[in-house]
């Protein structure tokens, strides 16, 4: 018999005027999961989330919780806990009471001994010792995050929504703060959904990846699953790691406006497009290419970007793995041919 | 070498940086004389004038503490002294209960910042007659014969018309917690506005059900709001004398009201002594109020 998950969402959908902000969105997130939710700003992604823990009425749809269902409570009564991109720390309270916060004031009243221990043990747990008396505009960005997240987990909640939780930080300390996410999540076991809009945070981050476009659900699977295989071109887009071409298919062949390529991997969508990887792209051989002039490159440490243009001026990127020896080197405004192997190419339609 | 440039450019930087602010302070130059002239020396004035020797007809610079001592030997001026406390606390407290739900409303309650706006504007909609005005229109409504008297008799819940609405002090409670609440709501509801409203999801996803919210989180956030409008409300009912007259037919003396009598019968010390008391008074109460809350963090 299947564990009945800890979150289950069907149909939901919510209605801003005529425009849908959530359309049918259905998935569901297991226990001691980290499930991601990727998509680009205005997908609804913030409102699915805002949903889940009750701020938002939806049109229809059911949200469960243990087999539960929660659709019709209000957000302090679903034991679902929220951390907000801007933190919304109470700025009148200490570290120390802001995380007290929950227990003391919770649906469940706490005796404020155990409040206290607590407390204690969740500021222990995120890093925060020695923290307590200090008020929340005195410590830095890095450190108000981890005040939200152990007023969030010292409820003790079933699930934990992260609402863009590394947004707000610089990058060194995001790199620094998604370890510190995933030690936190592995020594509850609470299952973490999170909200992103960066591609490599939604990659690294999820056990699962769930990409929202447009209020819907493109795609739901494991994040090597997704990059290899995107469900359909916006996806593909969306990952920033394809080079996408309009066209149809026409017989055994992809059409475009750049010439036919082989069709390679087949996915149907409703969408036409061909799509390749940067890194699958070479400057000679393979059975697909396409001529383009070079512009220029961007070096990322562990592999280089060299920037094509076709001549109607579309951008063609080509990622090369430092690993894979030295980088070709290409005269600007010179035209060479860019090549992949048939089965790397995706052919959507 | 980075010491010695940096102590060098300290060098430069500082008449620089001193004769601009000297510059700054010409800036309020015209508001410190005005303010010494109007303001600094009539309050000194009054203090001195206070310790003159008052005769029946005249008023002579010979220092004495007799008015003083006639202020607390007297029962009608300690009694409106404590009159003046009881009704300031009441109003104080009258206009906290009546603002504060309201400025709530405005304040959090209505998203929409145009309606916001107008919500406000309507609260100041009675001061567009005159004070007078606005007290006098109170007496057609408590009177015996008045509106409210009527209207509950027509409706059977009273057989005999309530006396106790005009004349009295509850009438003088009533008008001033009329013209003064929005004193309160205006301060209270800014403050109420410029909560993050994530603040206020994060402490309900946290478990707190609405009072919770309210006692925990809304109105310790507006607590300088409250301060801010029971200065206002406290500086002006302290010196109210205009509604106390209209709506009590001179049964409630308050302080502000033995000052207008005083003067009217040119003594000027006796009046200058109820300044000081009252002025004192004031001045209390707001550096009370100002240790609650630190508003140097609000500003």
């Keep these: 018999m299947a564990e009945v998950p800890v979150l289950r969402l069907e149909g939901l959908t919510k209605l801003f005027g005529e425009r849908a902000a959530l359309d049918n969105v259905s998935f569901s997130v297991n226990s001691g999961e980290y499930v991601s939710l990727l998509g680009p700003s205005g997908s609804g992604k913030t409102v699915l989330l805002r949903a889940i823990a009750g701020f938002e009425t939806l049109q229809s749809g059911r949200v469960l919780l243990k087999g539960k269902d929660v659709t019709s409570r209000p957000p302090y009564l679903r034991d679902i806990g929220f951390v907000f991109q801007n933190f919304a720390l109470f ?89 510190e996410l995933r030690r936190i999540r592995e020594q509850l076991g609470i299952p973490f959904l999170h909200v992103t809009g960066s591609e490599t945070e939604a990659l690294a981050m999820g056990d699962r990846l769930i990409v ?35 066209g149809s298919i026409e017989g055994e062949s992809f059409r475009t406006a750049y010439g036919s390529f082989p ?52 951008v063609i ?33 | 070498m980075t010491t010695t440039e940096l102590s060098a450019s300290a060098i430069e930087m500082a008449p620089q940086s001193s004769s601009k602010s000297g510059g700054a302070y010409l800036l309020i130059g015209p508001a410190v004389v005005w303010m010494t002239l109007f303001l600094v020396v009539p309050m000194a004035m009054i203090v001195y004038v206070s310790f003159w020797t008052q005769t029946t007809f005249k008023i002579e610079s010979t220092l004495t503490l ?94 005999q018309p309530i006396e106790a609405l005009l004349f009295t002090e509850l009438s003088v409670v009533i008008g001033m917690t009329q013209i003064y ?71 409630v003396n308050l302080l502000g009201n033995i000052i207008v009598t005083q003067v009217g019968s040119l003594k000027w010390a006796l009046a200058s002594v109820v300044g000081v008391i009252l002025t004192t008074i004031m001045a209390i109460v707001i550096a009370g109020l100002l240790l609650v809350v630190d508003l140097k963090k609000e500003l």
């Design chain 1, 212 to 246: 929202l476009d447009s209020g819907k659900m493109s795609q739901f699977g494991r994040p090597s699953d997704i990059y290899d295989r995107p469900a359909n071109p916006n996806v593909a887009r969306f990952l920033n790691c394809y080079n996408v071409f309009d």
């Design chain 1, 263 to 314: 069709l390679g991997q087949r996915v149907a969508s409703a969408q036409p497009a061909y799509a390749v990887r940067y890194d699958r792209l070479k400057p000679d051989g393979g059975e697909a290419g396409l001529p383009a002039a070079y512009v220029a490159s961007e070096y990322l440490g562990s592999s280089i970007v060299h920037f094509f243009e076709t001549p109607d001026g579309k």
């Design chain 1, 91 to 179: 700025p009148h309270l200490s570290v120390f009471d802001n995380v007290a916060f929950g227990p003391r004031n919770g649906a469940q009243p706490t005796p404020e001994h155990e409040a206290r221990a607590r407390t204690l043990e969740m500021l222990e747990l995120v890093g925060l010792k020695g923290f307590e008396d200090r008020a929340v505009h005195q410590i830095s960005g890095g450190q108000k995050q981890r005040v939200a997240l152990a007023r969030t987990l010292v409820i003790r909640p079933e699930l934990v929504l992260l609402d863009e939780p590394l947004g707000a930080l610089d990058a060194n300390l995001r790199l620094r703060m998604r370890g």
């Design chain 2, 181 to 251: 609440v929005v004193f309160m709501v205006g301060p209270i509801a800014f403050m109420l506005g410029r909560i993050d409203p994530n603040i206020l999801e994060a402490a309900r996803d946290l478990g707190a059900g609405f009072w919770r919210v309210l006692r925990k989180i809304i109105f310790p956030l507006s607590l300088p709001g409250v301060v801010v409008g029971a200065i206002f409300v406290t500086v002006m009912v302290l010196g109210e004398f205009a509604t106390s007259a209209a709506l009590s037919g001179r049964k």
């Design chain 1, 317 to 349: 990127e080509l990622e090369h793995h430092l690993s894979n020896g030295p980088p070709d080197s290409y005269s600007p405004g010179q035209t060479y041919r860019l090549a992949w192997n048939a089965d790397d190419g995706i052919a959507f339609g």
């Design chain 2, 66 to 159: 007799a008015s003083w001592r006639t202020f607390f030997a007297s029962d009608t001026y300690l009694s409106s002294l404590w009159t003046t406390i009881r009704i300031w606390l009441t109003v104080l407290a009258a206009t906290f209960f009546v603002g504060y739900p309201t400025a709530l409303f405005v304040g959090l309650f209505v998203k929409n910042k145009t309606l916001q706006t107008a919500l406000l504007v309507l609260c100041v909609i009675p001061f567009w007659t005159s004070f007078l005005i606005r007290v006098v229109a109170w007496r057609p409504m408590l009177g015996k014969e008045g509106a409210i008297n009527i209207l509950l008799m027509k409706a059977g819940i009273i057989h």
